[in-house]
């Protein structure tokens, strides 16, 4: 029997700042497998939106089901355990470690050993790093980064910083991926390669991803269904091509 269950499904999402309200009764439902767009002008609510769902804050009112279970009001680290990963509109990567340890960094979901077992540097220690590194080079690959495993994370393009970003959100082992502009900042060039790898990610990983995005050419290109905030609330929603197309949706974004 097929299971119909959304991957994430959002009730009356709302949360307010001073008396404003920042999100107000945000709904959206993604299926499993889907790429999905979250865009609206700036302040619209979106980054607000995804620090909501993944335990950044806690809403005022609102449910949040991912894969059937409710993580409404859980912590970031319980979220992400659940299978929620994001990145973030301005990189947020360890720089000063290498380009292998920031991928491990996310792997510690799936390996574990004891405070003990590291200190005493004990068996266990050893065959687990060995594994993490194994696993961190395998998705590293994926990216084309294995060549730049023991660089510096801050002495990567770029490019390539928002590439390692993913790769450590994917080795959390998520149903959900949130990326948040992802294209901020980049060249035509690089977001051509852009499209290709989130495309190629949600294929390889079988993953769903919701994505925030300003660059239309990349949101049209990519996304099936859309939703557009504009002052916390929802615009419009539906299939990208006819949203994009909704008279209000041109004033109060693609106008602007």
């Known amino acids: 029997m097929e299971n119909n269950t959304p991957m994430l499904k959002v009730t009356d999402l709302s949360i307010s700042f001073g008396g404003l309200r920042a999100v107000d009764e945000f709904n959206v439902t993604i299926n499993k497998g889907e790429l999905y767009g979250l865009i609206g002008p700036n302040g619209a609510g979106k980054t607000t939106a995804f620090n909501l769902l993944t335990g950044v804050y806690k809403p005022d009112q609102g449910r949040i089901i991912l894969d059937g279970k409710e993580i409404t009001g859980k912590s970031n680290i319980e979220i992400n355990k659940a299978g929620i990963a994001r990145t973030f509109q301005n990189i947020r990567l360890f720089k000063d470690l290498t380009v292998l340890d920031n991928v491990k960094a996310g792997l510690h979901n799936s390996y574990d050993y004891s405070t003990l077992t590291g200190i ?100 049209s290109g990519i996304c099936e269904r859309l939703t557009v905030l504009n002052f916390g609330r929802v615009l419009a929603e539906g299939p990208t091509q006819e949203v994009l197309k909704n008279p209000e949706v041109i004033t109060a974004y693609l106008g602007e």
């Open 120 to 219: 005493l540097r004990l068996p266990k220690f050893f065959k687990v790093e060995k594994e993490m590194d194994k696993r961190a080079l395998e998705l590293l690959k994926v990216f084309d980064l294995d060549k730049e495993a023991s660089f510096k994370a801050s002495n990567l393009p770029y490019g390539k910083q928002r590439k390692l970003e993913i790769a450590r959100a994917l080795a959390t082992n998520p149903k959900l991926l949130l990326l948040d502009e992802p294209a901020a900042g980049m060249n035509p060039n690089e977001t051509k390669e852009l499209m290709e790898t989130i495309s190629f990610v949600r294929k390889e990983f079988d993953m769903t991803i919701l994505l925030i995005e300003h660059d239309m050419k990349l949101v």
